[in-house]
C-alpha cells in the first residue's frame, strides 16, 4: 500500500513539471516555476489523544478510515496540535488557498 501511495503522489507532482527540479512528493512545489504548483501535506505516525490518554498512532491508508484516522488527518492540518508535520501542512494549505486568491 506504501508504494503505491508514493509512486501516485509522486506522479502528482511531476505532471505539468517542465523541469524535474524534486521528484520528492514530500517537498512542496509552490513557487510557480517549472509547471504547477505542488503542496506536500505529510501524514505519519504519531501520538493522538485517545480515551483521555496519549497513544502511538499510525494512520492506515485504506478506502475506509477510522474515527481516529480522521482526527488525526484533521490535526496534521492544525499548528500546534502535535501531528507530524502540522506546522507545514498549514503553511502549504495558506500557499494554496493564496495562489487561489482566497
Known amino acids: 500500500m506504501g508504494a503505491h501511495e508514493t509512486h501516485l503522489a509522486r506522479v502528482?507532482?511531476?505532471?505539468?513539471?517542465?523541469?524535474?527540479?524534486?521528484?520528492?512528493?514530500y517537498v512542496s512545489r509552490m513557487d510557480g516555476a517549472n509547471g504547477v504548483d505542488y503542496a506536500a501535506i505529510v501524514l505519519c505516525p504519531g501520538k493522538i489523544e485517545?480515551?483521555?490518554r496519549m497513544i502511538d498512532y499510525d494512520p492506515p491508508m485504506d478506502w475506509t478510515l477510522s474515527g481516529e484516522a480522521?482526527?488525526?488527518?484533521?490535526?496534521?492540518?492544525?499548528?500546534?496540535?502535535?501531528?507530524c508535520d502540522a506546522e507545514a501542512n498549514a503553511k502549504a494549505i495558506d500557499d494554496v488557498v493564496s495562489r487561489l486568491g482566497g
Open 50 to 52: 485517545s480515551g483521555g
Open 70 to 83: 480522521k482526527r488525526y488527518i484533521e490535526n496534521s492540518l492544525i499548528p500546534g496540535t502535535g501531528a
Open 12 to 25: 502528482m507532482k511531476l505532471t505539468g513539471q517542465t523541469t524535474v527540479v524534486d521528484p520528492s512528493p
